[in-house]
């Protein structure tokens, strides 16, 4: 474990809240727009980029921070488990020696 792991687990953390936040305001935003505010029309097009820009940052912080759930995935599947019983040697026939089979 890497004593950075948790700092930057809380700000994706944080950041995901922040974004479905965000959502969830332009989904009510969208919704409360005049009937012919579609995308394309200023009305719509402008709420969508007040949106996008209250989001560059949360987003930034996954691009910045995100590649820390691969690093965490990676370690945990080479790290060796408590839990799994250690490898067993297989014997190997002896050299020199063939083993017939019969089908």
Same mark, same amino acid.
């Given at each position: 474990?890497?004593?950075?792991?948790?700092?930057?687990?809380?700000?994706?953390?944080?950041?995901?809240?922040?974004?479905? !936040?965000?959502?969830?305001?332009?989904?009510?935003?969208?919704?409360?727009?005049?009937?012919?505010?579609?995308?394309?029309?200023?009305? $719509?097009?402008?709420?969508?980029?007040?949106?996008?820009?209250?989001?560059?940052?949360?987003?930034?912080?996954?691009? !910045? %921070?995100? %590649?820390?759930?691969?690093?965490?995935? $990676?370690?945990?599947?080479?790290?060796?488990?408590?839990? #799994?019983?250690?490898?067993? #040697? !297989?014997?190997?026939? #002896?050299?020199?020696?063939?083993?017939?089979?019969?089908?």
């Amino acid at each position: 474990m890497q004593s950075h792991w948790g700092y930057r687990l809380g700000v994706l953390h944080t950041a995901l809240g922040q974004l479905d !936040t965000l959502n969830q305001e332009w989904l009510r935003t969208r919704d409360a727009l005049p009937a012919g505010a579609t995308p394309g029309t200023p009305a $719509f097009d402008n709420a969508l980029a007040e949106h996008h820009a209250a989001c560059w940052s949360h987003l930034d912080d996954w691009a !910045t %921070h995100g %590649h820390i759930i691969g690093d965490i995935n $990676f370690a945990a599947r080479h790290a060796p488990s408590p839990l #799994a019983p250690p490898p067993r #040697a !297989t014997p190997t026939a #002896a050299a020199g020696r063939t083993v017939e089979v019969r089908r």
